[in-house]
Nanobody, 123 residues
Framework: QVQLVEDGGGLVQAGGSLRLSCAAS????????MGWFRQAPGKERVFVAG????????FYMESVKGRFTISRDNAKNTVSLQMNSLKSEDTAVYYC????????????????WGQGTQVTVSS
């Protein structure tokens, strides 16, 4: 099992930026796919971005491409999500997630979750 702790959420105006960070610990925590999901009020949790450990390939949901960037530091067992040009529709609780494999795809591979961090974008 991998333990995940997120940091970096908050309130920001539309057009602004936030950076989320996630620290992972546990067995093989630096050799797994990592990702971010989000859940808006009244909606299901959806995949936002993911990154393979195997080849550092990244995946993004369509609406955040060009605005969000996922990165990881394998030496520190951390994964980050840089969010730029934020929109009100990005408001959600963001969850760090760890895959049970070295890949961040398919999204059904994600089996470990952080506690979530709130991101609120005011218009």
């Amino acid at each position: 099992q991998v333990q995940l702790v997120e940091d970096g959420g908050g309130l920001v105006q539309a057009g602004g930026s936030l950076r989320l960070s996630c620290a992972a610990s546990g067995r093989t925590s630096n050799k797994i796919g990592m990702g971010w999901f989000r859940q808006a009020p009244g909606k299901e949790r959806v995949f936002v971005a993911g990154m393979n450990w195997i080849d550092n390939r990244t995946f993004y949901m369509e609406s955040v491409k060009g605005r969000f960037t996922i990165s990881r530091d394998n030496a520190k067992n951390t994964v980050s999500l840089q969010m730029n040009s934020l929109k009100s529709e990005d408001t959600a609780v963001y969850y760090c997630a760890a895959s049970r494999t070295g890949s961040a795809y398919p999204i059904s591979s994600f089996t470990s979750w952080g506690q979530g961090t709130q991101v609120t974008v005011s218009s």
